[in-house]
């Protein structure tokens, strides 16, 4: 009876060490799908405000365009060239603000981008099996040698 003891305990062993083994296959698959799922919503949020800046960057352009029209068309109406003096320092002006403007809009683009972004630092626990799977071992070693 003392010969099946360390057997029995051996064949213990090798099924908690198959069952962990499985339990981190199992892990690790669900974490891959997981990563998967939270890549392609962030990917689909990146497209969402990658338009959303594509569409307020064509809506900052035409209101420029329309406030420099605008501008030069009274001022050629009142009898001043809209290219030279004052009247081109007003249109550099409203150009000025309208690339600053779109600065901050990127500043604000780039921000929400990195917010979304998963941490590289993230663990999926895929080590955790294998440190026990190994414990267990150790131990049923420890057993077989006493």
């Keep these: 009876m003392a010969q ?7 064949l213990g062993a090798g099924a908690s060490l198959y069952a962990t083994t499985r339990q981190a296959q ?9 990563a998967d799922a939270a890549r392609a919503q962030n ?21 420029l365009a329309g406030t420099v029209a605008a501008t030069r068309a009274r001022l050629a109406a009142g009898g001043v ?11 550099a002006g409203f150009q000025r603000d309208a690339a600053a403007a779109q600065a901050d809009s990127d500043a604000v683009f780039a921000a929400r981008l ?9 663990d999926d626990g895929s080590l955790t099996p294998w ?12 057993s077989l040698l006493d």
């Design 43 to 63: 990917e689909a949020r990146n497209q969402q405000v990658a338009a959303q800046q594509a569409a307020e960057q064509r809506a900052r352009d035409a209101r």
């Design 4 to 10: 099946i003891a360390p057997i029995a305990t051996l």
């Design 26 to 34: 199992v892990q690790s698959a669900q974490s891959r799908e997981q």
């Design 131 to 142: 440190l026990r799977a190994g414990a267990t071992f150790g131990n049923t070693l420890r």
């Design 81 to 91: 060239q809209p290219d030279d003096g004052s009247a081109a320092a007003l249109t």
């Design 114 to 122: 990195s917010a979304g972004r998963r941490s590289l630092l993230n």
